[in-house]
């Protein structure tokens, strides 16, 4: 995603900063200089996937479905993933723990797009929330 181009003083450089969303080398690698995407690009690539699916015509895809679903059904999914989890976090079972976060986060996700909004909005909040401190 492009986010700005500028020039240098004397108008002979260009600096683009832009926002991946997956790996920018042909190898595969995240950058073509070992360097790594932070962990929220993949967050952001996967609401671009919601985005997608939910317009999708594939009638076999589980995001479409649950969109034409409504806003209930999306927001009793994510009420059911949190008590899912919080069930998982009374257990020992590590990896049972992580599938139920991520499962909670993906539906999270969901929900956001179902009310117009993306996780950049949450972590503003959170940021502004951060700096009252």
Known sequence: LLKEIMSDCDNDTLLIKAEPTGPV?????DTCWSEKNHAEDFLSYLEHIIELRKVSD?????VR????SGINKIAQKV?????????????VNN????????DLLFHFLILLQAKGYRLDDVTAILKERHQHK
């Open 25 to 29: 080398c042909h190898t595969g690698a």
């Open 58 to 62: 594939d009638e076999r895809s589980y």
């Open 65 to 68: 479905r649950l969109f034409h």
């Open 79 to 91: 009420g059911e993933e949190a008590v899912e989890l919080v069930i998982e976090a009374k257990d």
């Open 95 to 102: 990896e049972l723990f992580l599938n139920e976060a991520s």
